[in-house]
Structures are given as structure tokens and as C-alpha cells.
């Protein structure tokens, strides 16, 4: 199994562009995350799904926006980056009560 | 919201047992309680949880306070490897993560 992947690693971007970062796992977890984490903090609860078709907001919601139309992926969405979503992102599925974590995704909005 | 808190930062020697508190102010009754564990550039990775009894696992032990408004994790010999940011949360379906505690150990 792969796990939990992440693409890309790495972006750049500018102000008020749009971008979709990717999430896919292969262990058929109905429960898929997405955090952030600035620089030297904790993390913080962006979206969550409990399976395909069905999406919440956690903590900080605003700004980004998800979709899980299969089991398999849950991508998430940034409508117009601002220079605030400068983040690492990571993506997580669980099964019981352990998430399993991709290795993020590092954004600069320039 | 909930309401996660631990300390910035603690040091222990290598092999002494640690104690990571955490205060869960606005646990509900049915959220567990659970630790991750970060080390530089990676991903968090799941350490323990639980709901009201206190659980061992072969990485570490777990204690709840009788109301469930703190818990501790326990690493019982620490070693240079178990350095890292240890993150408590608590959650239902969603999973939310306090601002973590940065473990250095000694040699």
C-alpha cells in the first residue's frame, strides 16, 4: 500500500491564483482530513469527510473549499491565494481511531 | 470550539520516564482523547488514545483524569529518537490538535 499521498510537494504561487492540492490513499478509510500548519504551530482542521459524498468544515474553513467524490481522493481547493494561506498541508485518513498522515504538501502565496 | 492546551516545551534525560500533560477544557463526552507525535519534516504519527480507562500500547502509556478534563502521555524510558513535538487533540468524527509540546532529550 501506498498510504496516503500528496501532490505536489512544493507550490508557488501569486496572489488571487487558484490551485487544487491532491490527496489520495489506498487503504479504503471512509475518514479523509485536511490541516494546515504555519510555520512553528500546531495544526489546525481545514475540511473533513466521513465518506464519499459527505464534507464538514472544521476550524478554519474559510478560504478553501473540498469535494470526496470517491473514497479514494479528497481534493482541496484554494479559490484566490492570499499571502495568509501560506501553510504546510497535510492530508490524513483514519480508520478506527488512528489517522494515518501524508508527508504535506508546502505552499507560498507570493 | 474546543479547547486544547499544553506546555510549549519539555526536557528529559535519556532513558528517565517522561510525563506529557495536556488540558482537554471542553472535551465532550463522547470525543477521545488522542497523541501524535511529529518529528522534523514529516507528518504527524499516531502514538495512543482513549476514552475514559487509561490504555497502554508498546509506543507509550495513556492516563485520563476521572472527569476527562486532562490527560498524560507517558513515555516510560525515553530515548534520543522519542525527540519530537507531541500533539494531544480530541474529537469525535472531527479530530482537532492542540499546539503541541516539543520534547528534547537529553543524552
Known amino acids: 500500500n501506498a498510504g496516503v499521498t500528496q501532490t505536489p510537494k512544493f507550490r508557488i504561487l501569486k496572489i488571487g491564483q487558484s490551485m487544487t492540492l491532491q490527496c489520495a490513499q489506498d487503504?479504503?478509510?471512509?475518514?479523509m482530513y485536511w490541516y494546515r500548519q504555519d510555520p512553528g504551530m500546531g495544526l489546525k482542521l481545514i475540511y473533513y469527510?466521513?465518506?464519499?459524498?459527505?464534507?464538514d468544515k472544521g476550524e478554519v474553513p474559510n478560504g478553501y473549499n473540498v469535494s470526496r467524490s470517491t473514497t479514494e481522493d479528497f481534493p482541496l481547493r484554494l479559490e484566490l491565494a492570499a499571502p495568509s494561506q501560506t501553510s504546510v498541508y497535510f492530508c490524513?485518513?483514519?480508520?478506527?481511531?488512528?489517522?494515518?498522515f501524508g508527508p504535506g504538501t508546502r505552499l507560498t502565496v507570493l | 470550539d474546543a479547547k486544547t492546551t499544553q506546555p510549549n516545551s519539555m526536557e528529559s534525560n535519556e532513558e528517565e520516564p517522561v510525563h506529557l500533560p495536556c488540558n482537554h477544557s471542553t472535551i465532550s463526552g463522547t470525543d477521545y482523547i488522542h497523541w501524535y507525535r511529529q518529528l522534523p519534516s514529516q507528518g504527524p504519527e499516531y502514538v495512543i488514545h482513549g476514552l475514559t480507562s487509561n490504555v497502554n500500547n508498546r509506543m507509550a502509556s495513556l492516563a485520563i483524569a476521572e472527569d476527562r478534563k486532562s490527560s498524560t502521555l507517558i513515555l516510560h524510558r525515553a530515548t534520543l529518537r522519542d525527540a519530537a513535538v507531541y500533539y494531544c487533540?480530541?474529537?469525535?468524527?472531527?479530530?482537532?490538535f492542540g499546539a503541541g509540546t516539543r520534547l528534547t532529550v537529553k543524552p
Open positions: 487503504m479504503n478509510h471512509n475518514y
Open positions: 490524513a485518513s483514519r480508520v478506527d481511531n488512528e489517522q494515518f
Open positions: 487533540g480530541e474529537g469525535g468524527s472531527d479530530m482537532r
Open positions: 469527510s466521513v465518506g464519499a459524498g459527505i464534507t
